[in-house]
């Protein structure tokens, strides 16, 4: 791939981004659901507490699907 398609790839990604379904934010990670819910790193921390309860695994609000933090 050339270097002009390569920044160009970059630059429409970082523009698109990612937006959060709680607080509405674009941001460059989210954690994401298989249904489609996303949400950003702040607000994970901030409603952990009731979407995991071991800290390995999230229950999605939307659709109540078990989704992995990726720390295995």
């Known amino acids: 791939m050339s270097e002009k ?5 970059r630059q429409k990604k970082a523009l698109r981004g990612h937006t959060c379904s709680c ?4 941001t460059e990670f ?3 659901c ?3 819910f996303q ?3 702040d607000c994970m921390e901030e409603n952990f507490w009731g979407m ?3 800290g390995i695994t ?3 609000p939307d659709c109540g699907g ?3 933090f990726g720390n295995q």
């Open 5 to 9: 398609k390569k920044s160009s790839y």
């Open 23 to 26: 607080c509405g934010r674009k």
């Open 30 to 32: 989210n954690w994401t």
């Open 34 to 36: 298989r249904c489609g």
């Open 39 to 41: 949400i950003c790193q």
């Open 52 to 54: 995991s309860c071991n």
């Open 58 to 60: 999230w229950q999605c």
């Open 66 to 68: 078990q989704n992995g």
